[in-house]
């Protein structure tokens, strides 16, 4: 216990990103800052963030409709400030960018620009148990082109007794039906797991397939590392508010690879933001599509919740990709090492069902919990640890680079093994 800690203070004191963690506020319990392990869910408040959205407010107050020219940043093209450090955490093109609406919106959106079923290539090869939303949008997507879900989606799961997906797996059912899959749709990183996939590989199989590519990348923008544009990606889309810290239910992202920027007969459901600029204003009739990611946007720019989201990608440009995948490979591997010296300590069967190799997930670890039930979880959240539930029994817990420290982990450790104990004793005495 004693090493642990020892090194967990070693660690943040080597921490070139320690001070990143006074930049966003932290939830209280009774008092006392709690351990944050959700920003899977739901990333915490950059402290810029409110500064960030008073100066649109302010704004709107001073000029009215003009502020759509006269403001700070104008909102007419509010848009485009997110666009390049965007694009810098995808790995993509400033072009192959765009925020608009929710994130299932933009799964819709996007498919029916991309999944263009004909002939005998209608499916749709998915994960199983991928995010439930993302299961309805590509349900009801298939039944709206005249399909049966039952026949046009193909979900590959893991093999018996396995949690997490085999890469050669996907692509041999890739190649099984190869000529009737029409598109492939998966999430980055897993939400359940934490595992994330050779999105590389699995692009390419989908590609050398005849199918159109493309991810959900949800748990996966600014948690890893992302080459979207030179992974040949078609599209994309993720939330901003989990590890994009841009708050409840803000603006969602997109890609478009910039092959397709230009390919104005794809089918879209347009709208007046995706028209030309220079014509916008004219309000002639006749959509004439923007080149690249902007010519899906649809309505004006939701500028008060990109303003906050503003505020965090600048965080992400400072702080650099780079520097916080390094800090995220260490705040895991110490997660583990605190978790696995928890359940070796109390006996408990504690098993990660996140991949072990470090490239083939991001900062979360998928915690199954034998034979404990949701009090361990209780038990974590009483004591200021938060983390999250997934029925039947697996807590996830996510470091954050940006906002996590070592001792956090070394916390989550802790109390982690008080709740072991707690329930040993407990047990013992049930069975005395
Ligand atoms: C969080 C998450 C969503 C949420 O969708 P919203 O439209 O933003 O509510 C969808 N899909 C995945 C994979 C997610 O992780």
């Known amino acids: 216990m004693q090493a642990l800690r020892d090194k967990a203070r070693r660690a943040d004191e080597n921490d070139p990103l320690a001070s990143y963690r006074n ?41 009215g409709v003009e502020g759509h020219f006269r403001a700070r940043n104008p909102w007419v093209s509010y848009h485009e400030l997110l666009m390049a450090p965007a694009a810098e955490i995808v790995g993509a093109r400033e072009k192959e960018v765009v925020h608009m609406n929710g994130l299932t919106a933009n799964i819709h959106f ?40 039952a026949d046009a989606i193909i979900e590959i799961g893991p093999r018996e007794g396995e949690h997490c997906l085999r890469e050669e797996d996907i692509e041999s059912k890739i190649a099984e039906h190869a000529d009737e899959i029409a598109l492939v749709f998966i999430g980055g990183v897993n939400y359940y ?14 590609k050398a397939a005849g199918a159109v590519v493309g991810w959900d990348l949800a748990h996966a923008a600014g948690n890893v590392p992302l080459k979207l544009h030179d992974w040949d990606v078609d599209f ?21 690879h910039e092959k397709h920027a230009r390919n104005f007969d794809l089918p879209r459901f347009a709208g007046w933001w995706g028209h030309d600029k220079e014509a916008r204003f004219l309000m002639e009739p006749g959509f004439r599509p923007l080149e690249g990611a902007e010519g899906w946007q649809l309505s004006n720019a939701p500028v008060f919740s990109m303003a906050p989201h503003l505020a965090s990608l600048r965080i992400f440009a400072e702080a650099g990709m780079e520097a916080l995948r390094k800090k995220s490979l260490a705040l895991t591997a110490f997660l583990q090492e605190v978790t696995e010296a928890a359940a070796r300590e109390t006996g408990a069967d504690l098993e990660i069902i996140t991949p072990e190799a470090p490239d083939r ?23 200021g640890v938060f983390t999250d539930w997934r029925e039947p029994n697996v807590i996830r817990a996510a470091p954050v680079p940006l906002y996590n420290s070592f001792s956090d982990v070394l916390r989550f450790g802790t109390v982690l093994r008080g709740g072991l104990e707690k329930e040993t004793v407990e047990r013992a005495e049930g069975s005395r």
């Open 236 to 256: 994309a889309a993720w939330c901003t508010y989990k590890y994009l810290n841009s708050g409840p239910g803000s603006v969602s992202g997109i890609f478009v």
């Open 110 to 149: 996007l498919m029916v620009s991309f999944y263009r079923p004909a002939g005998k290539r209608f499916k749709i090869l998915c994960e199983e148990k991928a995010f439930p939303s993302d299961q309805y949008a590509l349900a009801s997507q298939v039944k709206f082109h005249g399909y049966d879900p």
């Open 361 to 383: 997930r991001g900062c979360q670890l998928s915690i199954f919990a034998h034979g404990h039930g949701k009090e361990l979880f209780n038990h974590l959240t009483d004591h």
């Open 193 to 206: 797991t934490g595992q994330w996939f050779d999105m590389e590989r699995i692009t390419r199989a989908g």
């Open 23 to 63: 930049q966003f506020l932290f939830p209280e319990t009774e008092g006392t800052e709690c351990a944050y392990f959700t920003g899977n869910s739901l990333g915490l408040q950059p402290v810029t963030a409110k500064q960030s959205l008073l100066d649109e407010l302010e704004d709107w107050g001073k000029y």
